[in-house]
C-alpha cells in the first residue's frame, strides 16, 4: 500500500523557518516528479514548488520564489520543502504529491501538515 507522509508542520514566527519532508513507503518513486501543493482556509489549493525526477529542474510559485526550496533525496524516498522568512500569508495545510511526468496530474497525494505563521 502506497503511502505519503508528511512531516515538520507547526506553529512559527513570521521571519522563521521550517522544513517539511514528505517520505514514501509501498513503493518506489524515484523517478516521478515530485512537488508540493497548499490550502488555506476558505481558498482553493495552490502549486508551490516541484522537482524533476533527477532533482535537476526545480519550479517555485512566484509568491515562494527565494524564501522556499523544493529538493529530494531518491535514495530515501523523500521530497523535502525548506522554507525560510515565512509570512502570514504562508498559513496553510500543505500536501506532497507526487506524478510520472511534468505533463501528467498529481497521482498520489499525501494527508497533508499544518503550517501556522504568526505575525
Known amino acids: 500500500q502506497v503511502q505519503l507522509v508528511e512531516s515538520g508542520g507547526g506553529l512559527v514566527q513570521a521571519g522563521g523557518s521550517l522544513r517539511l519532508s514528505c517520505a514514501a513507503s509501498g513503493r518506489t518513486f524515484s523517478t516521478y516528479m515530485k512537488g508540493w501543493c497548499r490550502q488555506a482556509p476558505g481558498k482553493e489549493r495552490e502549486f508551490v514548488a516541484a522537482?524533476?525526477?533527477?532533482?535537476?529542474?526545480?519550479a517555485h510559485a512566484d509568491s515562494v520564489k527565494g524564501r522556499f526550496t523544493i529538493s529530494r533525496d531518491n535514495a530515501k524516498n523523500t521530497v523535502y520543502l525548506q522554507m525560510n522568512n515565512l509570512k502570514p500569508e504562508d498559513t496553510a495545510v500543505y500536501y506532497c504529491?507526487?506524478?510520472?511526468?511534468?505533463?501528467?496530474?498529481?497521482?498520489?497525494w499525501g494527508q497533508g501538515t499544518q503550517v501556522t505563521v504568526s505575525s
Open positions: 504529491a507526487f506524478k510520472r511526468s511534468e505533463w501528467s496530474e498529481y497521482e498520489f
Open positions: 522537482i524533476s525526477w533527477s532533482g535537476g529542474r526545480t
